[in-house]
């Protein structure tokens, strides 16, 4: 599977107030930064686009969330703490002009950077959307609408519930068993799969108590508002994904939400449209 070899660079930044952020990188050191933020319990290791960022002069950076992988335990934290986060980590690696794509999970964390203004444009692609916003109603398949509903009760429980279950082999279990054919197909080649499954050994590597952080987070209302975003975004989705974590209406909703946003729905591509058309997605993040 291409766009999925192993870093170039692997580090660490320390941020004024002590704490650790992991980060892995692909491609030049002058390319144009592009952060990564990853899918639900996802580490640094797993990059995208990896076989064209050389010759598109992009510098890949994959960032572990507080309290995943080789970054330090935030408790508390909220999405708008990442990107204070992100904020001082492109600050002190002299990263200007930094752009974001957010995948899956990740996608509420690249869109609070935007929002924030840390980014200059971003990508979201097989975007996790605001489950708990009301204009989904019931839309929501019922085990979502369920976790949803135990968020908003009672957010300190579903943290906890969360860690409880939480474990890389849960994870591969989980989504490999959402994703229909074309995504398992890519999800269990022999590369891909050795690539995702140590991401997700290293991102449980403190245990789950940041995967269950970031899902808490993910299921809750989004403190920020899309319509004051004031930087370029598209949105990726493929038809093929069944993903119910995803987003309801494949981003229709979200695209009108953000001013100026441009969607791009792929009637043939799956969850997986981040490696089946990184350089199409890289391409036109550049662009902006």
């Not at 002069?57 to 994959?62: A, D, F, G, N, T």
């Not at 979502?144 to 906890?160: G, I, K, S, Y």
Request: glycine residues 12%; charged residues 20%; hydrophobic residues 45%.
């Amino acid at each position: 599977m291409v766009g999925v070899r192993e870093p170039d660079r692997l580090g660490q930044t320390t941020l004024a107030d002590g704490r650790r952020l992991g980060w892995a990188e692909w491609g030049p050191e002058d390319g144009v930064p592009v952060m990564l933020c990853p899918g639900a319990a996802t580490s640094r290791w797993l990059g995208f686009g990896t076989d064209v960022v050389g010759e598109l002069r992009v510098r890949l950076m994959s960032v572990d969330r507080p309290g995943l992988g080789a970054s330090d335990p935030a408790p508390g934290r909220t999405l708008l703490d990442f990107a204070s986060d992100v904020e001082r980590l492109a600050a002190a690696r002299g990263l200007t002009g930094l752009r974001a794509v957010g995948f899956s999970q990740g996608a509420p964390f690249a869109l609070a950077c935007a929002a924030a203004g840390v980014v200059s444009a971003m990508a979201l692609v097989s975007g996790g959307d605001e489950l708990a916003n009301p204009i989904f109603g019931e839309s929501l398949v019922p085990d979502v609408r369920r976790l949803v509903d135990a968020v908003a009760a009672d957010p300190v429980a579903a943290e906890a519930s969360f860690a409880g279950f939480g474990s890389a082999q849960v994870m591969w279990d989980m989504v490999t068993g959402m994703s229909g054919a074309a995504d398992r197909e890519v999800y269990t080649s022999p590369d891909f799969a050795r690539a995702y499954r140590r991401a997700l050994d290293e991102g449980f590597a403190q245990g789950p108590s940041g995967y269950a952080r970031d899902t808490v987070l993910a299921m809750s209302r989004w403190p920020f508002d899309p319509a004051e975003i004031a930087v370029p975004v598209d949105l990726w989705y493929g038809g093929q994904d069944t993903s119910p974590v995803h987003s309801p209406d494949f981003g229709e909703s979200l695209a009108r939400r953000i001013p100026g946003a441009v969607r791009h729905f792929l009637p043939e591509a799956g969850g997986a449209v981040l490696w089946t058309h990184a350089g199409e997605i890289l391409r036109t993040l550049l662009a902006r």
